[in-house]
Nanobody, 122 residues
Framework: QVQLVESGGGLVQPGGSLTLTCTAS????????MTWFSHEPLKVRELVAS????????TYADSVEGRFTISRIEGKNTMKLQMDSLKPDDTAVYYCYARGWVQARQATMDFWGKGTQVTVSS
C-alpha cells in the first residue's frame, strides 16, 4: 500500500522560511516524479515544484522561482521543499503528489498526501 506523508507546515512571518518534507512508502522503486501542489480555498490546485528521479530535473511555478527549492533524497522516496522569503500569498495547503510503479498492481499509479497547512502572516 502506497502512502505519502507530509510534514513541516506551520505559521511563519513574511520573509521567513519553512521546509516541507514528503515521504512516500510502498513504491517498488523510486517514484518517477514527485511534486508539490498548493491549494487555496475557492481556487484550483496549482503546481508549485516538481522533481524527477531519472535526471533530477526540476520545475517551478513562476511565483516561487528563486525562493523555493525542491530536492529528493535518493533511494528513500523523500522529497523536500525549502521555502524562503515567504509571502502572505504563499498561504495554502500544500500537497505531496507522487507517481510510480506499484508491483502489486502491475501499473504506474498516482498518489496524494493529505496536505499540510502553510500560513504566512504577521
Amino acid at each position: 500500500q502506497v502512502q505519502l506523508v507530509e510534514s513541516g507546515g506551520g505559521l511563519v512571518q513574511p520573509g521567513g522560511s519553512l521546509t516541507l518534507t514528503c515521504t512516500a512508502s510502498g513504491f517498488t522503486a523510486d517514484a518517477e516524479v514527485m511534486t508539490w501542489f498548493s491549494h487555496e480555498p475557492l481556487k484550483v490546485r496549482e503546481l508549485v515544484a516538481s522533481i524527477t528521479s531519472v535526471d533530477g530535473r526540476t520545475t517551478y511555478a513562476d511565483s516561487v522561482e528563486g525562493r523555493f527549492t525542491i530536492s529528493r533524497i535518493e533511494g528513500k522516496n523523500t522529497m523536500k521543499l525549502q521555502m524562503d522569503s515567504l509571502k502572505p500569498d504563499d498561504t495554502a495547503v500544500y500537497y505531496c503528489y507522487a507517481r510510480g510503479w506499484v508491483q502489486a498492481r502491475q501499473a504506474t499509479m498516482d498518489f496524494w498526501g493529505k496536505g499540510t497547512q502553510v500560513t504566512v502572516s504577521s
